[in-house]
């Protein structure tokens, strides 16, 4: 079993910069990779970016250039600058375990872009 805890969401302005942390523990475990998708109101949840065991990355093409994940051990952050409105959304962190390929999913935390 693993948890994952998340943090850093808020309301920000647009233009302005948020982090987002997820740490995972529990028993000992291996993964495949980490990563964040969102879930706007109305909208189904989609991937915001992933990265690896290898570090390899991966971006939703709407974050590109202004999105950056990275990880520390059985921590992954996002590091969120230039936001938009449209960044508006309750994020997930996501752990997918190796050998198994079973998913794990934080509670959500919310992202509010608003002047």
């Known amino acids: 079993q693993v948890q994952l805890v998340e943090s850093g969401g808020g309301l920000v302005q647009p233009g302005g910069s948020l982090r987002l942390s997820c740490a995972a523990s529990?028993?000992?475990?291996?993964?495949?990779?980490m990563g964040w998708y969102r879930q706007a109101p109305g909208r189904q949840r989609e991937m915001v970016a992933i990265i690896t065991v290898t570090s390899s990355t991966n971006y939703a093409d709407s974050v590109k250039g202004r999105f950056t994940i990275s990880r520390d051990k059985n921590t992954v952050y996002l590091q969120m600058n230039s936001l938009k409105a449209d960044d508006t959304a309750v994020y997930y962190c996501?752990?997918?375990?190796?050998?198994?390929?079973?998913?794990?999913w934080g509670q959500g935390t919310q992202v509010t872009v608003s002047s």
């Open positions: 529990g028993s000992s475990f291996s993964f495949n990779a």
């Open positions: 996501n752990v997918v375990l190796f050998p198994t390929g079973v998913n794990y």
